[in-house]
Structures are given as structure tokens and as C-alpha cells.
């Protein structure tokens, strides 16, 4: 049991369906989807997805796990697979969201030779009025144009533009990191974001990660510092109490199987823990969070 039962995972929004296209991205206007939902995307997930929205014109209210944000024109939204997402659109709102199959995601990465900064979170950018950012709007035009056609080298130069979105949504990323250290200690970085995703139900040490990593503890947490300013456990603890937020916000399992799907052997245990990184009893978080999403 778990997310799923009330936050629905989808291949794309309101489809169940195997995404059966050839193509390993898919490219609409936000309107296309929204407008048949009435301008209202309610909450859900992907898995093995990642989407980057771009709102031209109009306003949102994001929803993103247990936060809420406001969305402008000009402003691009970056989400990860398995963070559940949802959006309010201003009626007439226009843009475009692109949906990116992994291993497509992966091959790029792996082209550059460098692993791509902040695609292991949801993050927001803004579109500026520099040369850059008038080039990337034009990249996302161009993106969505050659989508639709069917020319020759249609792949390849779709590939390319996708490319040339992602390394300018990295380069936003990398200016709000306080301090960036160089190539090798982003990709221990961005490993050590996979293994999270991937062993946080097993409460492993720091000294675990670590070792999968091939560096030290120490090592580690300087690198997780001096890139998210937080240490190594604090994002592992993190990981953690984002799934519990998720299961008590969007699903009705009790505190005690909430607990044990996380790997607590206790659900005392699992309170404490909670109460102690939150400030609120599990019981109190799923009240709140309750009112919150009945607004």
C-alpha cells in the first residue's frame, strides 16, 4: 500500500495507459491537457518520467508534495519522477510541457560527459530578458514545431534542442548553489541522490553511502554541503520524511503502516522521529495537511 491509492501515477496525466509512442519524449501545449480538465491538473506522479514545464503566458498555483507556490509567465518548472505534482492554471494560459523518458535523460547526461545539475529535485527558473533566455524561449518553440512534423533527422535535432534546454536549466541551478565544487564531486553528488532514492527505507548509515560511492564519509558530507548546505544525513533524513509527508498527506494508511513502510521497526519510534524533524505528531501533519488541500 502507498501513494498511489490517492495520488494517482499516470504515463502522462489522465492516461493509464503504456505510452506507446515511438519517441522517448512528448511534447504539448499546456493547454491541450488542462483545458479538458478545466484548467485544473489535480495532484499525481510519474515514474521513470521527467518533465519540464514552460508557462509563456498566464499564472499557476503549483502544487508540489506538501508545498504550494505561485507560477508566472516566463518561468520554467523542472520535476523529477516520483514527486507528486499538481497545477491550477490561469484560464488561456499558454506554454508547453515536455515529458522526457529516462534513458533518454541518461543518454544526454552521459554525452556531456558531466552529470546534469538539479535534476534530482523540482526546481523553478526564470526566462529574463538576456540573450540566453530569448534563445532558450526560441528553443522550446522550435522544440514543439519540430515535434509535430515529421521531417528527416526529426530525432536528432529534437535530441539537440532538448539538450540545449536541460544545460540551460542546469546552468540556473548551478548560480543558486552557495558553493560548487568541481566535474568529479557532482557526479558523486548526483550518485549519492540515486542511492538515496533507491535505500532510504533501509536507514543505512552515512559510512554506507559512502562506500557504494567509493569515497569516504567525510568526503561525502563536504560534497553534500558544499552542494545542497546541508549534511549528508540531513538529506537522507530528508528523503525519508518527504515519503512519510506523502503517505499521511494522500493516503489513508495508518500512522503504524506508514511507519513500518518506511522501514521503522517502531511507529513510537517513528513519532518521534517525525515530531522531532517537523515540529508535529504524524497525527497533527495528516490534520494539517488535510485542511490544507481542502481549501
Not at 484560464?91 to 556531456?112: N, W
Not at 528553443?139 to 540545449?164: K, N, P, S
Not at 534546454?165 to 541551478?173: E, F, G
Request: with cysteine; aromatic share 8%.
Amino acid at each position: 500500500m502507498n501513494i498511489v491509492n490517492e495520488a494517482r501515477v499516470f504515463k502522462l496525466y489522465g492516461e493509464l495507459e503504456q505510452w506507446i509512442a515511438p519517441d522517448l519524449v512528448h511534447c504539448e501545449s499546456i493547454a491541450t491537457r488542462s483545458s479538458l480538465h478545466n484548467w485544473h491538473i489535480m495532484p499525481h506522479l510519474h515514474h521513470g518520467l521527467f518533465q519540464i514545464l514552460y508557462l509563456e503566458h498566464g499564472r499557476a498555483r503549483i502544487t508540489l508534495d506538501d508545498t504550494r507556490r505561485d507560477m508566472a509567465g516566463g518561468q520554467v518548472l523542472l520535476v523529477p519522477q516520483r514527486f507528486i505534482h499538481g497545477f491550477q492554471f490561469e484560464h488561456g494560459a499558454q506554454g508547453h510541457v515536455i515529458t522526457i523518458a529516462y534513458p533518454l535523460l541518461s543518454r544526454i547526461a552521459h554525452h556531456l560527459g558531466e552529470e546534469l545539475a538539479g535534476l534530482g529535485a523540482p526546481s523553478q527558473h526564470t526566462l529574463g530578458d538576456d540573450a540566453d533566455s530569448r534563445l532558450t524561449h526560441s528553443m522550446f518553440t522550435a522544440l514543439a514545431i519540430e515535434y509535430r512534423q515529421r521531417a528527416a533527422q526529426r530525432h536528432g535535432r529534437i535530441e539537440a534542442l532538448l539538450t540545449a534546454i536541460l544545460i540551460w536549466a542546469s546552468r540556473q541551478t548551478l548560480q543558486l548553489q552557495p558553493t560548487q565544487l568541481a566535474g568529479r564531486s557532482n557526479q558523486h553528488f548526483a550518485q549519492f541522490e540515486l542511492l538515496i532514492e533507491e535505500k532510504y527505507t533501509g536507514h543505512h548509515p552515512v559510512g554506507y553511502y559512502a562506500g557504494r560511492i567509493g569515497i569516504t564519509s567525510a568526503h561525502l558530507n563536504t560534497i553534500a554541503r558544499g552542494l545542497s548546505g546541508k549534511s549528508a544525513l540531513q538529506l537522507i533524513h530528508e528523503r525519508v520524511l518527504l515519503e512519510a509527508k506523502r503517505n499521511l498527506a494522500y493516503t489513508s494508511m495508518t500512522v503504524s503502516v506508514v511507519s513500518y513502510a518506511l522501514g521503522f521497526g517502531d511507529p513510537a519510534y517513528f513519532t518521534r522521529f517525525f515530531k522531532r524533524h517537523i515540529g508535529l505528531a504524524p497525527k497533527d501533519f495528516r490534520a494539517q495537511a488535510g485542511a490544507l488541500m481542502g481549501q
